[in-house]
């Protein structure tokens, strides 16, 4: 009777995966900013999920407990990059001295822009505007309220304008995922067949 159970429970994971790993991907790239390791980190928030999958498939939203997980690898991975990153100043002095506040035009790229913002900003942006979350879902992904997921998308798209040089920002941020996933198929086709930029909308 348990390998049945185990056997349906690994059926269904398999499932999930196909319908969830790209945009899964997607998003790890556009938090993090580093499309080499976005399929690592999608495939390391899957490798959790199955660790725990009889908590996700009997959670109300398992897609939004994806997102959330990847959202979690990601603020570690970008904390631990910016640890890296001060433990080498300490040894190596820059040669040039940079601007405090850069004038950006209106022509830095997307993902760029993106990179600039804090990361809760950040991933309300995404989660909002590139893969067309609700504010419940967003709140739900990233554990947070439905106020503060408002708020700090408000922000986010008032910094992007300002970086962007635009207010037409929400459809160049789709157009990033677009070149996230352009990317993924010119490194190889590490696109997974069955995946989805909008998730269980």
């Not at 790239?29 to 080499?36: A, S, V």
């Not at 190596?92 to 990361?119: H, I, K, M, T, Y």
């Not at 419940?136 to 992007?160: C, F, R």
Request: glycine share 6%; hydrophobic share 40%; net charge positive.
């Amino acid at each position: 009777m348990g390998t049945v159970v185990d056997d349906a429970a690994s059926v269904e994971f398999h499932a999930f995966f196909e319908r969830h790993y790209a945009e899964l991907s997607r998003l790890a790239h556009l938090l993090t900013g580093e499309p080499d390791t976005a399929d690592d980190l999608a495939a390391d928030a899957l490798l959790a999920l199955w660790h725990r999958w009889d908590r996700v498939r009997a959670a109300d939203h398992p897609a939004a407990y994806a997102r959330g997980v990847v959202a979690n690898l990601a603020r570690t991975r970008i904390r631990s990059a910016v640890r890296e990153r001060r433990r080498i100043a300490l040894f190596w002095s820059p040669r040039e001295e940079r601007a405090e506040n850069p004038d950006v035009p209106g022509v830095v790229d997307v993902q760029e822009a993106l990179r600039r913002l804090p990361f809760r900003k950040r991933a309300c942006v995404v989660l909002r505007h590139a893969f067309d979350l609700s504010e419940k879902d967003t709140a739900l992904a990233l554990g947070i309220s439905v106020g503060t997921v408002k708020s700090q998308t408000s922000k986010g798209m008032t910094e992007l304008q300002r970086l962007l040089g635009t207010r037409e920002v929400p459809p160049r941020v789709h157009a990033a995922v677009a070149a996230a996933t352009r990317e993924e198929r010119a490194d190889g086709g590490r696109e997974r067949p069955g995946g989805a930029t909008g998730g269980n909308r």
